[in-house]
């Protein structure tokens, strides 16, 4: 027999309990030396030599435990838990510890969010919003009501942002690496916290880097802190916006604006003077910008927490629309199904917060994702057991279609004999129907399928 072959059975028979592994490597080596036999006299084609090979291994991992038993470990409560638990470990550990979601309990890394002030002008329902890029350097110079005002260029669904170099110190942000923009620079780039850690592997050399972005090339100067983000979470690399001495030619006509007021301003009294000084250099200004404070990021749980909400409100209805479900007192019943719904929802939840999508088609989908998670965890709840909380197995059918006197109903078995659930499978039938057994049952069921040791 093969070298091969030999390493194979030895690696394999390492799974194998040690009590039984000098018996189990002897039969297989009997059983794979005998087909290397037959397939080198042209007996035995080379798939079933390959099949041969992989039931060595599968045969390693039941060797443990008999089939019957690695069925009722799947079926068990604590299969389900474990597998939704070690899901979302391995999430944690993809997500640095979900630093995203971390992020949101932070303090705003923003210098006194309650002086920030939007502005921008609106056409009519489909039109762009904005303000012209020429007005913000002439608010900026004089206007006595800001403390200062910064303009921005992001498309919506592109991971890039161009902002004025004033842009982040308005803000009162300030870098976790390297600096923030200087006035005069041009071909720089800040990143977020995201991308460095997910693309450039959090490695500090990347200061001082030349990279591309839309076809330009730009030297990394800045790391923004991970609880940062404005505009848009999807954005990764900031770059600077030139507005002075004229603007970017490939500026659109109307970018963002964002400003600070000055000490003892009010909104109605910068509204009317933003108004003032564009009307000044430009009369065909037709009216005052339109000013209100900005959604923070801060505030972006609300929304996580509403989406939630509403997806278990959908859920919910979903659940009642079936047949009731089989409620039953006790601790451990509702402690399980508790635990179970927290933690598949869980799942779809954090990967909506983890990977920063945005947008209405992904965030419907995140919430039909947590509704589904809360269907399925009362649907699975329905087909258990209301007291060991194993999965009911061996479905009958009973009943006829055509039938309104005898409806269609599946009728359920508990496998350690503690009773039996008839489910019905049309609308007339009743609601969902347990039995319970008495002790003397289960020593039949023992015998059928036995448990484990």
């Not at 848009?232 to 970018?255: C, G, H, M």
């Not at 994702?369 to 087909?383: I, L, P, T």
């Not at 409806?407 to 609308?427: A, D, M, N, Q, R």
Request: aromatic letters at 12%.
């Amino acid at each position: 027999m093969p070298q091969g072959f030999l390493w194979l059975i030895r690696a394999a028979g390492w799974i194998v309990p040690s009590r039984l592994r000098p018996q189990w490597r002897a039969k297989w080596s009997s059983i794979v030396g005998n087909a290397y036999v037959l397939y080198q006299r042209g007996e035995l084609p080379r798939q079933d030599l390959a099949a041969c090979s992989r039931a060595c291994l599968s045969d390693s991992v039941w060797a443990w435990k008999s089939r019957e038993q690695w069925r009722e470990f799947l079926r068990s409560p604590r299969f389900l838990l474990a597998a939704a638990a070690a899901t979302l470990l391995l999430m944690g550990a993809f997500s640095h510890g979900f630093r995203a979601t971390r992020a949101l309990f932070r303090p705003l890394p923003i210098a006194d969010p309650g002086r920030l002030a939007a502005i921008r002008y609106t056409g009519s329902v489909g039109q762009p919003a904005g303000v012209p890029p020429r007005l913000i350097p002439l608010w900026r110079a004089k206007s006595s009501l800001l403390a200062d005002i910064a303009g921005y260029w992001h498309r919506p669904y592109v991971d890039h942002a161009r902002v004025t170099t004033n842009f982040f110190t308005l803000l009162g942000a300030n870098p976790a690496y390297g600096r923030l923009f200087h006035t005069d620079d041009r071909d720089t780039a800040i990143l977020s916290d995201n991308v460095w850690r997910t693309v450039y592997r959090a490695d500090p050399r990347v200061l001082g880097a030349r990279i591309t972005v839309e076809g330009a090339r730009y030297t990394v100067i800045g790391i923004l802190p991970d609880s940062f983000w404005a505009i848009s979470p999807r954005i990764r690399v900031w770059t600077p916006l030139q507005l002075e001495p004229e603007p970017d030619p490939r500026a659109p006509p109307l970018i963002g604006a964002i400003g600070r007021l000055a000490p003892g301003a009010s909104w109605e009294a910068l509204r009317g003077d933003l108004f003032r000084i564009a009307r000044t250099e430009y009369p065909r200004v037709p009216r005052p910008p339109e000013i209100w404070q900005p959604s923070l990021p801060a505030r972006q749980w609300f929304g996580y927490l509403f989406g939630l909400a509403f997806a278990f409100a959908v859920g919910s209805f979903l659940i009642a629309r079936q047949q009731p479900l089989l409620l039953r007192p006790g601790w451990r019943y509702w402690r399980f199904l508790l635990s179970k719904t927290l933690l598949l929802t869980a799942i779809p939840l954090l990967i909506w917060i983890e990977t920063g999508i945005s947008g209405v088609i992904a965030t419907l989908l995140c919430m039909a994702a947590c509704s589904f998670s809360v269907w399925w965890s009362f649907a699975d709840q329905r087909e258990r057991c209301p007291e060991c909380l194993q999965r009911l197995a061996m479905p009958v059918t009973i009943g006829s279609w055509s039938s309104v006197l005898e409806p269609v109903t599946t009728e359920f078995l508990c496998e350690s004999g503690h009773g039996s659930l008839c489910v019905p499978e049309t609308e007339q039938g009743e609601r969902d129907h347990w039995t319970a057994l008495d002790s003397s049952w289960r020593d039949l069921f023992d015998k059928v399928t036995p448990r484990s040791p």
